[in-house]
């Protein structure tokens, strides 16, 4: 990927009122700014003054100019007049006084409608550029564009049909415009101008990265670390992919690892893709892994309290790697508690974790129960495990 800032940005010189691209001279722009400046604080006070610093304001923003070049222009040209009004022999220290009261106002006046036609035209053009972008990224990822037409817009935004990218996907309740703006920034600092583009899409923040860029994920993360803190977000990171249906995969890998953590409980702030890939497949036969689910685990709901303790018990054992005392400490048991469950369920199923030949098939039966919602709706809640007692499942 390689993108100029100008492209990137959305800044490109325009002629003020026809939108298109103005040729300039070495040093015209200083000759304009002057000459327009000079003409504003020598035009009589009134709504068509403020009318045409607004429309300076305006096209000095398509130019590209700063806001200081405007504040400068303006009080250089209010010196110039008060230069060229030489002292009269009727003049009075109050007429004199009165004259350069009135001459700062003036510049005052034309200065803040200059830069609010300034900022009006930043905005405009930033909404301008976000839908651009916004719609570019939406036919690039679907592939519904006419292909010529993609490529054009493509390589304006630095990215090549035929090379590999990656897709980040981040998912939060509290994404901004701004906020967008400000990672877009921070990213193309941290990796180039060119290598990332981000957007956001479907109420998530999108970011498409030039393949082989490392740290990507854990620079993103520390950028919403740093925007949102340590809660209420996550990323995940799709697998590089080659072409424009590469970019569509990549997207559809990392929006499913955000959705496979939702369901499994997954708190990691980064997600990678190529971590989850059991799960689509555990997933993509659906019959077969829901007569698993309920051929293993369908016992577990004849038990006293329902089949959801002991599917907590083992889905916190085998977060822990089977060890049973971080499993009683983070469920707030004791020790003899956990190893009564276990018991119980392999009294209940005929498995048991800690037999080697039936851990595998306990666990592929609980993630699945997870990633179905298995049982009812129940399953994919937590519940306060100290309201489950041992007496509760005695014989």
């Not at 006293?304 to 009683?328: E, I, K, S």
Request: glycine share 10%; hydrophobic share 40%; proline share 4%.
């Amino acid at each position: 990927m390689s993108v100029s800032e100008p492209h990137r940005r959305g800044h490109r010189r325009r002629s003020a009122g026809r939108g298109q691209v103005q040729q300039e001279q070495p040093g015209s722009e200083h000759t304009w700014l002057a000459r327009t400046c000079d003409d504003l604080v020598r035009a009589p006070a009134g709504g068509q003054r403020s009318a045409a610093a607004a429309r300076l304001g305006a096209h000095a923003a398509d130019r590209d100019l700063q806001p200081h070049d405007l504040v400068s222009g303006v009080f250089a040209a209010a010196r110039a007049c008060w230069s060229g009004s030489p002292l009269e022999s009727a003049d009075t220290p109050a007429s004199v006084h009165e004259r350069a009261a009135a001459l700062l106002d003036t510049a005052h006046s034309v200065v803040v409608a200059a830069l609010d036609g300034y900022l009006r035209q930043t905005r405009a053009e930033l909404a301008r550029h976000d839908t651009e972008r916004t719609a570019f990224v939406n036919d690039l990822l679907t592939g519904r564009a006419e292909p010529g037409s993609l490529a054009e817009r493509a390589h304006r935004y630095g990215i090549r049909l035929s090379a590999t990218h990656t897709v980040l996907v981040a998912r939060t309740a509290r994404l901004t415009a701004d906020l967008i703006h400000r990672v877009d920034a921070a990213l193309a600092a941290r990796f180039g101008e060119g290598n990332t583009l981000t957007t956001l899409r479907e109420g998530d923040l999108v970011c498409i990265s030039a393949g082989g860029l490392r740290g990507i994920g854990a620079e993103l993360a520390h950028l919403l670390l740093a925007e949102l803190g340590a809660e209420g977000w996550q990323v995940a990171v799709g697998r590089p992919h080659p072409g424009v249906h590469g970019l569509a995969t990549s997207l559809d890998e990392a929006r499913n690892a955000l959705d496979h953590a939702a369901k499994l409980g997954f708190t990691a702030p980064v997600l990678n893709a190529a971590d989850l890939l059991v799960f689509p497949v555990l997933l993509r036969d659906r019959d077969a892994i829901t007569d698993l689910v309920t051929t293993v685990l369908g016992p577990l709901t004849t038990a006293r309290g329902g089949a959801q303790p002991y599917l907590d018990t083992l889905t916190v054992l085998f977060d822990n790697q089977g060890n049973h005392t971080a499993t009683a400490r983070q469920m707030h048991l004791s020790v003899r508690a956990v190893t009564y469950r276990l018991d119980r369920i392999h009294h209940l199923t005929g498995y048991h974790p800690n037999e080697a030949t039936q851990r595998f098939t306990l666990h592929a039966a609980v993630l699945g129960a997870r990633l179905l919602g298995w049982p009812g709706g129940a399953a994919g809640q937590v519940r306060d495990q100290r309201s489950v007692t041992d007496s509760d499942h005695a014989p």
